[in-house]
Structures are given as C-alpha cells and as structure tokens.
C-alpha cells in the first residue's frame, strides 16, 4: 500500500503556509517545506520563515537545517523529505508538504533518477496535489506588501550580517530574490531603492514561473480567495482518520 501525503503548492505569497496551519487546527498534521531557501539558517526575514508560534501549533520539517557555506538541491530535498515522511507517518501524522518549488515536489512524488526525467509516470505515494492560486493583481499587491514588511523587519541589517561572515554573491544562498539585491546595495552597486524595486520585481516574475511549473503538475487549483473554506473541509473530510 502506498503512503498517504498531502502536498500544498502555489507561488510565493499566495497563502500556502496560513492554508496549511489552518489544517492543523483539525487534523494531525506535520509540515515539510518545499522551498529552496529556507533550508538555509540565519536566512530568516528575505525567506518569510515560520514563527516560533506557528512552529509551536504544528512540526515542522527541513527548515534551518543547513549553514548558509552549504549547497542543497532537488536530490538532497528528495533524500531528505523521504526520511521526514517515514518519521511522521510513524509518529501517526499526516505527512504535509507545504512550498513553491514544483521541482522539490516533483522529485519527491515520482522518484527522480536525476539522470532522466521520471523513472516512471506513477507516483511511489498515495497524494493529493492542491494549488493556491489568486487574481494576479491581488497576488501582487501581497508580493509588494511582503517585500515592504520584510525591509521593516530589518532585511538589510540581516543581509549585512551574513556578508559579515563570508557570504557574497557566489554563495547559493545569497542568489536567492531578496538577498542578492541587497548585496548589491550593501557593495555600493544600486541605492537602496533600487534594491527594493528589484526585489519586488524579481519575485514578481518568480511567481509567473511557479505558477507556470505548478500547471504542468497533477493537481486541484483552488482560488484562495472563493475557494479557500471549501478546500479546507474538503481535505480535512478525505483525511477523516487523521482528525484531532
């Protein structure tokens, strides 16, 4: 019998992790991110990272798990979720995988050889896939508010501090939307401005290629904000047995 797995997915800002705490509120439930750069520690304003409340609510899994020096790719997120699954499923939970890297979730749901691109066409777990999914000028206008919050939440000082320890452009983590462009600020080559606008753009246009990823995969789009109670109920319905 193949193991159940629930995955949410959507581009970034579109609600995935508040949908997924939502659930935890009626079922047992433990969250795995799928997202590329909060593997990484001390990466915390410029990746939206959980709060130590949320963390509190519901476990969660592959988050500050690697120095910012380090690598990680689709490979070692498929090792690794793998073992997180075996972990919750043991444990009794359902296993959640919560991000916009369709890549990560594709590696995981069919087995990559990473020499081609599936081993097969069937997935080795019981999933289903729902996609977040806004009107694109609601999204982003979230996009534009989250990048504002992060530069109040201090963004440049944690950017700063990471280029302190060694960090700098060639580092995998700091190519990431938010933290490259404030190193260009911080080396003097855009004002801060700029940066801002950049950001703001660049993740723009990285929700358009999460979006685009997201259609090619086996999932159920859901309008957060029409659909959003109906999936909830909906889920926690197919996933009776796992009902606090």
């Not at 439930?29 to 949320?54: F, H, M, W």
């Not at 070692?76 to 972990?87: G, L, T």
């Amino acid at each position: 019998m193949k193991q159940k797995l629930l995955l949410i997915g959507g581009s970034t800002a579109v609600g995935k992790s508040k949908f997924a705490l939502e659930l935890s509120k009626s079922l047992k439930i433990c969250l795995i991110s799928a997202d590329s750069i909060q593997v990484y520690r001390n990466l915390d304003i410029g990746t939206s990272k959980p709060t130590d409340a949320e963390k509190a609510q519901c476990e969660h899994y592959l988050i500050d798990i690697i120095k910012p020096t380090q690598t990680f790719n689709a490979f070692d997120f498929f090792n690794e979720a793998r073992k997180c699954i075996e972990e919750i499923l043991k444990k009794g939970y359902l296993p959640v995988v919560v991000g916009g890297t369709g890549l990560y979730m594709e590696s995981l749901l069919y087995a990559y050889s990473f020499k081609k691109e599936k081993e097969n066409n069937s997935s080795v777990y019981d999933y289903k896939l729902y996609i977040l999914n806004q009107d694109r000028e609601k999204l982003y206008k979230r996009i534009n508010d989250r990048v504002d919050l992060m530069i109040k939440n201090g963004l440049v000082d944690e950017v700063k501090k990471l280029k302190e320890l060694g960090l700098n452009e060639h580092s995998q983590s700091m190519q990431a939307i938010g933290y490259k462009e404030m190193l260009k600020y911080l080396n003097n080559e855009i004002s801060l401005d700029e940066a801002i606008e950049k950001i703001k753009q660049g993740t723009r246009n990285y929700a358009k290629r999460q979006i685009t990823w997201f259609k090619h995969m086996n999932g159920k789009w859901i309008d957060v904000d029409n659909e959003w109670d109906l999936a909830l109920k909906e889920i926690i319905d197919y996933y009776s047995e796992y009902k606090i």
